[in-house]
Every structure is written in structure tokens, then in C-alpha cells.
């Protein structure tokens, strides 16, 4: 199996301290990897699409339309029009 993190490399690297922020646009086929070094973090992600500024993630839809009580790799996040922002490639913390 390819790791999928290793079949897009990340346009940027950038570390931001405990309470940090960062925007940006997002590419399709763009990847953009969240790690933790020391364990413990959150992430709070806001996704629009760049094109309809109302159009925005969905989390609650992302797990109903996927029969899901959790988001993991192969799983995709829904604005609230019912279209894919992104997509999960990889999840190396997991839910367990």
C-alpha cells in the first residue's frame, strides 16, 4: 500500500506556537499535513470554498452522509451545500 502523505509534498512547512492561526488557499490535489510534536494538541479548522465564501464546512453532514461517528483517513468533509472541501489521505493518530 502507498503512503499517501509521501505522493504530495506539502507547498509549505510552518510551525505556529499554542494559539497560533494561519490562512490560506488550498489547491486541489494540494496536501496540507497536521502534526503535533509534543502531543496533547487540537486543531480548529475552518474550510470555505474559495469560489462561494458562504459555501463552508459541514462537519455534522460529514458524518451523516458517511455513516460515521468518527473522521479518519478515506473519509471526506462536506460544506453545507453537500460538495467535497477536502478529503482524509492519511491519519496516523487514529481513533483507536
Known amino acids: 500500500m502507498t503512503d499517501s502523505t509521501q505522493l504530495f509534498p506539502p507547498f509549505a512547512e510552518e510551525m505556529l506556537p499554542g494559539g497560533g492561526h494561519r490562512s490560506f488557499v488550498l489547491k486541489r490535489g494540494q496536501l496540507l499535513r497536521l502534526t503535533d510534536l509534543r502531543g496533547g494538541a487540537n486543531v480548529s479548522l ?3 470554498n474559495a469560489n462561494e465564501k458562504t459555501e463552508r464546512l459541514n462537519l455534522p453532514d460529514s458524518l451523516k452522509c458517511q455513516h460515521t461517528a468518527k473522521l479518519t483517513a478515506g473519509h471526506c468533509l462536506y460544506s453545507d ?5 477536502a478529503a482524509i489521505t492519511a491519519d496516523t493518530c487514529g481513533w483507536g
Open 46 to 48: 475552518t474550510l470555505l
Open 81 to 85: 451545500m453537500g460538495r467535497v472541501l
